[in-house]
């Protein structure tokens, strides 16, 4: 069974620039992938961020980013501030039917 | 307003079942594709299933399949999922959302507490 691979945790400091990967244990991650990313904070509903790869979800500052680098989608946090620190999730759409969520990046803002 | 309202959750016994409800208002429900998502206790988001506009298609993640029956009644406006032979490791809460380009889940309700505990 194919696993969504993310980064447990990363560490960004405030105004600095972050990219989180998402990627797959077996073959690439494309645009057929449609990747989403969500941001989700203690206690909290998800929040979407960024949907089809790189399309920001309304209300989503433009610091925030999705593309395709190599085998991964990313998303790229440019500028980040201390309300950024939250947990970061992607999905991938499998085929038939099927979505996947990655693990989950836990970001820190230091 | 976009509103996503899940309950029917609760505490269950090992292999007891429950049936979780969404009510959605503010869009056309019967025009969106609709998922469940779930998240146990400190872990990560789950993708459970997802029912097509019409009804007519149903798909879900292998650790539910079999057990779990996704449903919708656009005349409601609502959406179930009936949860047979449930585990521990089922316990989450569970969340609907309605479902575009592919893998784009939003909004989100607040979700539903589900507890499968002797």
């Known amino acids: 069974q194919t696993v969504v691979t993310q980064e447990p945790s990363f560490s960004v400091s405030p105004g600095g620039t972050v990219t989180l990967t998402c990627g797959l244990s077996?073959?690439?991650?494309?645009?057929?992938?449609?990747p989403s990313w969500y941001q989700q904070t203690p206690g909290q509903a998800p929040r979407t961020l960024i949907y089809?790869?790189?399309t920001r979800s309304s209300g989503v500052p433009d610091r925030f980013s999705g593309s395709i680098l190599g085998n991964k989608a990313a998303l790229t946090i440019t500028g980040a501030q201390a309300d950024d620190e939250s947990d970061y999730y992607c999905v991938l759409y499998m085929g038939s039917g099927i979505r996947v969520f990655g693990g989950g990046t836990k970001l820190t803002v230091l | 307003e976009v509103q996503l309202l899940e309950s029917g959750g609760g505490l269950v016994q090992p292999g007891g079942s429950l049936r979780l409800s969404c009510a959605a208002s503010?869009?056309?429900?019967?025009?969106?594709?609709m998922s469940w998502v779930r998240q146990a206790p400190g872990k990560g988001l789950e993708w459970v299933s997802v029912?097509?506009?019409?009804?007519?298609?149903?798909y879900y993640a292998d650790s539910v399949k079999g057990r779990f029956t996704v449903s919708r009644d656009n005349s409601e406006n609502t959406l179930y999922v009936q949860m047979n032979s449930l585990r521990a490791e089922d316990t989450a809460v569970y969340y609907c959302?309605?479902?575009?380009?592919?893998?784009?889940?939003?909004?989100w309700g607040q979700g539903t507490q589900v507890t499968v505990s002797s």
């Open positions: 503010g869009f056309t429900f019967s025009s969106y594709d």
């Open positions: 959302a309605p479902v575009a380009s592919g893998t784009k889940f939003d909004p």
């Open positions: 029912i097509s506009a019409s009804g007519a298609s149903t």
């Open positions: 089809s790869t790189n």
């Open positions: 077996s073959g690439s991650v494309s645009t057929s992938s449609y």
